[in-house]
């Protein structure tokens, strides 16, 4: 029989390294909701990479993974309301995406300048990378944090998100290598001059936004129906009874324009059921027309029904005039992956629901007075910036997000939802409308300032309630911006630098084991 196990302790380099590790991690939540310390986006990284610099590479990788999956658990808890072994699995996949970052700055062997212009690219490639493979999870990038501060991001109308969060990332690798290397000081000097001309440029663009003369009188009716209680039979009337009351009395403004109501804000497919439809011809007919997110059915030739995920415009006369189905679809909770070969038996039997099929393409409806060009968003597609700079090309000049985040938190989950939105606002130059169900309902300008919420005058924003707002929407001829124009170029060469240098390091690996 062997001798009893022996324990080494942890040397003090170990320890510095996780208290290293520890600190972004903390810092990278306390950026994002609940806190939203943005002056921390500028440092979180800086422990991290300092720690990269000085630690062996084998401890540097662990320690990085660790941030990571310290940032997201505490992050995404909220996911613990739906599933606690998806919310540690995804916290451990999405930690995988600073391992890159972290490898470079270990790595690293030239200048100040180049260090933070190479782990600026290597981490928005990664964030790109995370937001596209296997249908993307492209929640709170670094670019985010940034989104109380709107001259920061005002540079978002040429990269979108993932330049935004490159900014951000290079200063704080600027401040690590000044604490690590201490060397390089003019370069240090000539880049923090660089760094510091975009929130300059970012103020003056703000002050030189023009509020267009169209607008649109709109009313986000919030109904804040527990999501235990959407689909309970017995639940059915008192939908429709919060429905009509808050509709009615958002419908007491006479400039009203538009009412929007939620994500599947009805218990069932309005098209095909007949109280449903009844509630809507009746309000619609009152006046006003009515944008609302709603299932829908139809038939396939072979007799098997079809789901969707849709929103719908009624007209003041109670007509559907504008029909969407939601293109990109939540995995796990509107999509079953390889649901035909999964037997039907086995579906019954797990109470696995059938599957919401996708929308093929984008819509624009046209309401109010000025027949208003618009397109909605329905639930996390708010996040996925391909999908509203593609509804802005094809005519679009305002984004209409109808979403239900009552599946979390009442306040962490809605509100980190709504900070990923904003750029989508200043990417576009075009104003974004948010309908929810818990929260946050609110107006967000081209600028990415909220310039309204609803609110119970407690700072509570997930009760029901209807917020009124006159929404400034640019005319159809509006020139687009850069981004709009061509998209994710920033946020793909990021991507492609990176797969390459990382396929490239790889085969050094394999052709020189040693020097690993």
């Known amino acids: 029989m062997g001798g009893p196990m022996k324990i080494t302790p942890s040397s003090r380099d170990e320890w510095m390294a996780a208290a290293c590790a520890a600190a972004s991690g903390l810092l990278l939540f306390a950026v994002f909701p609940p806190l939203e310390w943005t002056w921390a986006a500028g440092v979180a990284l800086v422990p991290l990479l300092v720690m990269a610099r000085r630690a062996p590479a084998r401890m540097a990788m662990k320690m990085g993974f660790a941030a990571g999956f310290l940032f997201w658990l505490l992050s995404i808890r909220w996911l613990t309301h739906v599933t606690v072994g998806g919310w540690i699995f995804l916290s451990a996949y999405c930690a995988l995406y600073v391992l890159p970052a972290v490898w470079l700055a270990n790595r690293w062997r030239g200048g100040a300048a180049g260090f933070a212009a190479s782990l600026a690219v290597v981490w928005c490639g990664s964030e790109f990378l995370r937001g596209w493979i296997g249908g993307g999870f492209p929640w709170n990038p670094m670019g985010v944090g940034l989104t109380p501060w709107l001259p920061g991001i005002q540079i978002a109308e040429f990269g979108g998100v993932w330049l935004v969060s490159g900014t951000v990332v290079f200063a704080n690798a600027l401040l690590a290598w000044a604490v690590a290397e201490r060397r390089n000081w003019a370069a240090l000097l000539l880049c923090a001059l660089a760094l510091a001309a975009v929130p300059g440029w970012g103020a003056w663009r703000l002050a030189r936004l023009e509020k267009p003369a169209r607008s649109i009188r709109i009313a986000l009716v919030q109904t804040s129906i527990p999501q235990d209680e959407k689909w309970v039979r017995a639940k059915i009337q008192m939908i429709y009874e919060r429905l009509r009351d808050l509709t009615r009395k958002a419908q007491g403004d006479p400039d009203l324009e538009l009412v929007i109501w939620p994500e599947t804000a009805l218990p069932d497919d309005v098209r095909n059921s007949e109280h449903s439809y009844a509630l809507v011809w009746s309000l619609c007919t009152n006046g006003t027309p009515i944008l609302t997110g709603s299932l829908d059915t139809s038939v396939l030739d072979s007799g098997e029904p079809q789901y969707f995920n849709s929103a719908f415009l009624f007209d003041a006369e109670g007509r559907i005039t504008g029909e969407y189905d939601k293109r990109h679809l939540v995995i796990g909770g509107e999509y079953i992956p390889l649901e035909g070969l999964i037997p039907w038996r086995w579906m019954a039997a797990l109470g696995l629901p059938a599957s919401i099929s996708e929308g093929e393409e984008g819509a624009v409806f046209r309401a109010g007075k000025a027949e208003v060009p618009m397109s909605p968003l329905i639930c996390f597609e708010d996040i996925l910036p391909d999908l509203a700079r593609a509804d802005v090309r094809a005519g679009s000049r305002m984004l209409v997000n109808v979403t239900n985040d009552a599946w979390f938190d009442e306040q962490v989950a809605p509100r980190q939802h709504m900070r990923n939105a904003v750029l989508r606002a ?34 509570r924003t997930w009760r029901e309630g209807v917020l009124w707002a006159d929404v400034p929407v640019p005319p159809d001829g509006a020139p687009l911006t850069f981004y709009a124009r061509f998209g994710d170029m920033y946020g793909i060469a990021c991507a492609a630098a990176t797969v390459l240098w990382l396929a490239r390091t790889f085969w050094k690996r394999r052709k020189q084991p040693k020097e690993f």
């Open 426 to 459: 200043v990417e576009n130059r075009v104003p974004l409308v948010r309908a929810a169900n818990t929260g946050v309902s609110c107006v967000i300008e081209p600028s990415g300032r909220v310039a309204a919420h609803l609110s119970d005058g407690e700072r």
